[in-house]
């Protein structure tokens, strides 16, 4: 059963600071990795994705980066504005025939809550 | 805007009650999931609709019936629901069922569910 784990689960810091932020899952086999960015009381918004025959992505002053074979994840975030506070969530795809079935299943993390204090 | 509406944003039944949650999108895709979002816990998959097909119950307790009467249209029927069943439920499409190619989730706002 594939895991979904992201550290730190809250983070606080100030205005113009670069920061990371962890995703690692259990099982390697999986078909693409996703970072959600989630604002209190709203839905999820796509960042990133990242396939599985990728490294990295980017996207103005976010960089993901992907290392199927360690099962980990990062996201990177340049100059952080009070702006980019919110909860930043991982999900991976499982690959082909992953849970039974032909399309795989979308595993979240539990989240990391980011403040951004100016 | 988010391309995926979902209404209402707040609904507070009874366990005796019945109600529906909506999810509309206009993108043209076509695969639509409800997600349970419980304070404390990831994301939970209840259900995914391909092309008004349902191709995944994700062992939901029967007092959640969904209903796709088309790929633009989704619904959550709600009866007798348990006061744990509290939570944000967030409705979610992609252009073919995730995982096959670049087909990244977009989601709506959810509905805010409570139990009393």
């Known amino acids: 059963k594939q895991e979904v784990t992201q550290i730190p689960a809250a983070l606080s810091v100030p205005e113009g600071e670069n920061l990371v932020l962890n995703c690692s899952f259990t099982d390697s086999a999986i078909y693409n990795l996703q970072w959600f960015r989630q604002d209190p009381g709203k839905g999820l918004t796509s960042l990133l994705l990242?396939?599985?025959?990728?490294r990295e992505q980017t996207s103005g002053r976010l960089n993901a980066s992907l290392d199927k074979s360690s099962g980990r994840s990062t996201l990177y975030i340049a100059a952080s504005q009070p702006g980019d506070s919110a909860t930043y969530l991982c999900?991976?795809?499982?690959?082909?025939?992953?849970?039974?079935?032909?399309?795989?299943?979308?595993?979240f993390g539990q989240g990391t809550i980011l403040t951004v204090h100016p | 805007e988010t391309g995926v509406t979902q209404t209402p944003r707040h609904l507070v039944m009874g366990m005796t009650n019945k109600k529906s949650l909506k999810c509309e999108q206009h993108?043209?895709?076509?695969?639509m999931y409800w997600y349970k979002q419980s304070a404390k816990k990831p994301l939970e998959l209840m259900f995914v609709?391909?092309?008004?097909?349902?191709?995944e119950n994700n062992s939901v307790p029967s007092r959640f019936s969904p209903e796709c009467p088309n790929s633009s249209h989704l619904f959550l029927h709600l009866h007798t629901l348990q006061p744990e069943d509290s939570a944000l439920y967030l409705c979610a499409s992609s252009l073919r069922i995730s995982g096959m190619g670049n087909s990244p989730l977009h989601f709506g706002n959810g509905t805010r569910l409570t139990v009393t």
């Open positions: 990242i396939q599985s025959s990728q």
């Open positions: 993108l043209g895709h076509n695969a």
């Open positions: 609709y391909s092309l008004e097909e349902r191709v």
């Open positions: 999900a991976v795809k499982g690959g082909e025939g992953a849970g039974g079935t032909s399309y795989g299943k979308l595993t």
